[in-house]
């Protein structure tokens, strides 16, 4: 018997010679001896076992691959779903891992920017003072609309008493320093493993497995991405609300909710690195079956917070810098 597909799922090792020792019957399950991993047969030898259902990697098609976004995003909130799934002989396609969530994230922004544009467009002048801002344009509607549809971007409907101005907040300066400690906390496990390589030949991993647990957590960029258009959205139908009713009350009950909209935002902030470990956790234990998991993550892990702390008093100092509205709390 023999096969062209009797690849160990995680070193890539060929099992073919343990294939030729099989005399008159075939066990159910086999022992890499490379790196020691114990696999099932079927998973090596039947190709149909490569493909998961739900998993955005093997998405066929546009429908398919925006509802396994979904499907695998409820997998990932909670690492151990994922893993417990997700195995080591499941095919790998790092480009729809990111492909997924960018498109329902597009989908989202184009959303929100429509709707940011209509309430622009609807608003009449002179209904208060702008929001402290960073951009201000004037007059233009179309400069507006295109400063609109940049990410982060919020506020962009008010006009100044004169009736002439309008400010758009960038809210990102607002959480700098977070962003960019959450964008290390994304990055620096992959990194890390890069640069020190005998983690990864240590457990005879391929870059990419290394690279499925590491493109995973950019999900969390997307989500946080989603939660302030939400709140973009949230605005502009505030907007739309009043300039088509007059009604003042959206107003009242956007500044009753206001808190708990600010505490949820601020909580996926630290939400995000505390998932990140957790989730890397489970993948050298759980999904790469690594023997020395646990003392390899708390290694990698310190290493990776030192890193994140860092960048979060760099993004802190730049926003000092950067934001001419900054005042201490
Ligand atoms: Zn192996």
Redesign the pocket.
Known sequence: MSSAHAL??????DQRGTIETWNDSCPLRGR?C????EYEWGDVLNPFRGRLPGLVEHARGVPQLVRWTFTTFGWIILPHRFWKRVELHHTISLRTILLGPLLVMAVFHFAAWVLAVIAFLLTPPNTGGPPASLDTIDDWWLDAALLMAEPFARGATWYSPSGRSIYVDWTVLLFLDRLLALVTCVLAWPLLFMVLPITRRAG?LRWSHIWRAGLYPFWWLVVLHISDRLIAVGNSLIMIVYSLTGDTRAYQVAEAVNPTVVFLANTLWFIGPAWILAWWYVALRRGFRLERAGLLWAVLGVAVLAASAIIFLGGWYLRVVLDPYWTPV
């Open positions: 160990c799922p995680r070193c890539h090792y890499c490379e790196c020691g991993l005879k």
